[in-house]
């Protein structure tokens, strides 16, 4: 159980373009998804918080209008990246928790996205 | 922002030993949870261990342990009888009772020879 599915695995896109990134909790409603972003051979870095219904949190240092964040359904939040370049190259990855009140409820992570901008 | 801090940026062990993987954090809170997650080349990550701060017993799945000790604020990972399968980067992670939010260390790279 607790699958969370992420779309697509890998893309490369033009400078300018836009990229929009899916992620679904297949066998349960998460009113919160996580977005983050790995740099290569570095940490996690949390981008912002996704909640269904509601506006996304995003971290200190984030542009919220460079990625935009929709949780529009409790199985579905999308990240898009919005006039794409180089420097936004990187693995996404979302996450979503399980267990509503349940403090001690893991993370459940996608797979992740390679996003390269050319 | 809490902070975690893994010092190990890589660590070898000989197949069918034990390894240990060190995590420290920082925190105000006293209650608050910590986990341990796997990152293999495939990139997915996964839950290795979780612990409660609240619970005093240290954790314990199969070959996997922790060793909580809260008031140093830090939360090891041991792994007996190391497989090929357990290499991968291993990332500590902190949640708040408060937040919802996890925040996770900078990750050990686990290389396991044969």
């Known amino acids: 159980g607790a699958v969370v599915s992420q779309h697509p695995s890998r893309v490369i896109c033009k400078s300018g373009t836009s990229v929009k990134i899916e992620c679904r909790s297949l066998d349960f409603q998460a009113t919160t998804m996580f977005w983050y972003r790995q740099f290569p051979k570095k940490s996690l870095m949390l981008m912002a918080t996704?909640?269904?219904?509601?506006?996304?949190?995003?971290e200190q240092g984030v542009e919220k209008d460079k990625f935009l964040i929709n949780h529009a359904s409790l199985t579905l939040s999308t990240l898009t990246v919005t006039s794409a370049h180089p420097e936004d190259s990187s693995f996404y990855i979302c996450?979503?928790?399980?267990?509503?009140?349940?403090?001690?409820?893991?993370?459940?992570f996608g797979n992740g996205t390679r996003l390269t901008v050319t | 922002a809490q902070t975690v801090t893994q010092s190990q940026p890589e660590m070898s062990v000989q197949e069918a030993e034990t390894v240990t993987l060190s995590c420290t954090y920082d925190?105000?809170?006293?209650?608050?949870?910590l986990f341990w997650y796997k990152q293999p080349p495939s990139r997915q990550m996964i839950l290795v261990i979780r612990?409660?701060?609240?619970?005093?017993q240290n954790a314990t799945e199969n070959r996997f342990s922790v060793n909580f000790q809260k008031a140093a604020k830090s939360f090891s990972l041991k792994i007996s009888d190391s497989q090929l399968g357990d290499a991968a980067m291993y990332f500590c992670a902190y949640r708040s009772e408060n937040f919802n939010k996890f925040y996770f260390g900078s990750g050990t790279k686990l290389n396991v020879k044969p």
């Open positions: 925190t105000s809170e006293s209650d608050y949870y």
């Open positions: 612990q409660e701060a609240y619970k005093q």
């Open positions: 996704s909640n269904e219904g509601s506006k996304a949190t995003y």
């Open positions: 996450s979503a928790k399980t267990g509503g009140f349940s403090y001690n409820s893991p993370l459940h």
